[in-house]
T-cell receptor, first 113, second 114 residues
């Protein structure tokens, strides 16, 4: 079945540093989604990508839909303490037929003030 | 405000007991989903429903049951057959059934077995 590999598993950085994380799929996706989950809360959608090569920003966050359609990248610039959380990538589990998603295992981000 | 609500925030279950987790959305979304999250793991799909009175099993449906009698409601019952129910349960909904897939999540319910 489809798999999403997300890396790194965790990151410990200083406030102000930039962050990069990525997600790779074993098959082609036509949608990439990036979510952030705060401790004890539900994931919140950060960025949605629907076209290969697409580059989309949301404040200090920028995500890209890889040209091969098998990967996506999320960058956070000038990190702040409230960026702490788990970041998940997600994509359609069955080519979009049913809206089911498959999720990566997440990247835990810790930001030291 | 529009959104997805889950209740309760914390739920305790005794051995052999069934419990039902509530999920309500006022976003007028057609599709709804239930996920289970264990520490250090991603989200795993339990059940999903694309339309009222219809639902399908996800990857880990054993020991769970659902109903979809109303568009805005998708309750999940954790039965006594679920041997390891302690987890964080997340409900989600989606405005589309194909095409630009996007799911929006509720705040979650943490289930603990006593």
């Amino acid at each position: 079945g489809q798999q999403l590999n997300q890396s790194p598993q965790s990151m410990f950085i200083q406030e102000g540093e930039d962050v990069s994380m990525n997600c790779t799929s074993s098959s082609i996706f036509n949608t990439w989604l990036w979510y952030k989950q705060d401790p004890g809360e539900g994931p919140v959608l950060l960025i949605a990508l629907y076209k290969a090569g697409e580059l989309t920003s949301n404040g200090r966050l920028t995500a890209q839909f890889g040209i091969t359609r098998k990967d996506s990248f999320l960058n956070i610039s000038a990190s702040i303490p409230s960026d702490v959380g788990i970041y998940f990538c997600a994509g359609p589990n069955d080519g979009g037929a049913t809206n089911k998603l498959i999720f990566g295992t997440g990247t835990l981000l810790a930001v030291q003030p | 405000d529009g959104g997805i609500t889950q209740s309760p925030k914390y739920l305790f279950r005794k051995e052999g007991q069934n419990v039902t987790l509530s999920c309500e959305q006022n976003l007028n979304h057609d599709a709804m989903y239930w996920y289970r999250q264990d520490p250090g793991q991603g989200l795993r799909l339990i059940y999903y429903s694309q339309i009222v009175n219809d639902f399908q099993k996800g990857d880990i449906a054993e020991g769970y049951s659902v109903s979809r009698e109303k568009k805005e409601s998708f309750p999940l019952t954790v039965t006594s057959a679920q041997k390891n129910p302690t987890a964080f349960y997340l409900c989600a909904s989606s405005p589309h059934t194909g095409g630009r897939e996007t799911q929006y999540f509720g705040p979650g319910t943490r289930l603990l077995v006593l």
